[in-house]
């Protein structure tokens, strides 16, 4: 799945869902999901949106591994998201170079 434009948390939330949403309804399901927003622009997500988007996503897609990809500006250093949606189940790891995502994902 790929995302470009102006960071907006509500878009992204519905993103998450549809991604959700599509890995659900597609049978077979996919063995990982490659989420690429390496393209969003704006600022940061702050910690509560963090916080806010590793509960939805840990939520609704449980059970494949997921590789998200952001820019160096968009990704938060201290992986807060990441370590939030881990905490609750998800096998997701947040990337800021797509070939380590890759590798990542094909290695789980």
Known sequence: MHARGAFDLAWLQGFIVRIAATAKGTNPEP??????????????????????????????????????????????????GEAVARNRGLNLRV?????????????T
């Open 31 to 80: 063995r990982a999901i490659l989420i690429d927003v390496r393209e969003l622009t704006g600022p940061r997500p702050d910690g509560m949106e963090l916080y806010d988007l590793g509960v939805l996503a840990s939520r609704d897609i449980i059970g494949m591994p997921i590789a998200f990809v952001g820019s160096e500006a968009f990704v938060d250093p201290r992986r807060f």
């Open 95 to 107: 990337f800021t170079d797509m070939n380590e995502a890759l590798v990542w994902l094909r290695a």
